[in-house]
Nanobody
Framework: QVQLVESGGGLVQPGGSLRLSCAAS????????MGWYRQAPGKQRDLVAI???????NYRDSVKGRFTISRDTAKNTVYLQLNSLKPEDTAVYYC??????????????WGQGTQVTVSS
């Protein structure tokens, strides 16, 4: 059993910052890719940023230069620093990890989501 536990969401004014964290715990596992997706009301879940086991990163165009993804391999944790936040960044942010758990094939796992609201 693997769990991804997110923290750090909240309400922030436009132009403000937040830092999201997501820690993986549970069974013995090997993590390959970790990342963040977001889903606004009535919209599909979209990729925000992703970081590979080799520390290569990729961002959706609308957050480039404002968001930074990082990873602490020793802690099985991924972070997302959100700066210069805009109202259109409002969404539930989901942590994602692609990993193998002992005895199983590689698959994706999701966190429960954390709400980010950008409003004055």
């Amino acid at each position: 059993q693997v769990q991804l536990v997110e923290s750090g969401g909240g309400l922030v004014q436009p132009g403000g910052s937040l830092r999201l964290s997501c820690a993986a715990s549970g069974s013995t596992f090997t993590i390959y890719t970790m990342g963040w997706y977001r889903q606004a009301p009535g919209k599909q879940r979209d990729l925000v940023a992703i970081v590979t086991s080799g520390s290569n990163t990729n961002y959706r165009d609308s957050v480039k230069g404002r968001f930074t993804i990082s990873r602490d391999t020793a802690k099985n944790t991924v972070y997302l620093q959100l700066n210069s936040l805009k109202p259109e960044d409002t969404a539930v942010y989901y942590c994602y990890a692609r990993m193998t758990v002992t005895g199983s094939a590689i698959q994706g796992y999701w966190g429960q989501g954390t709400q980010v609201t950008v409003s004055s």
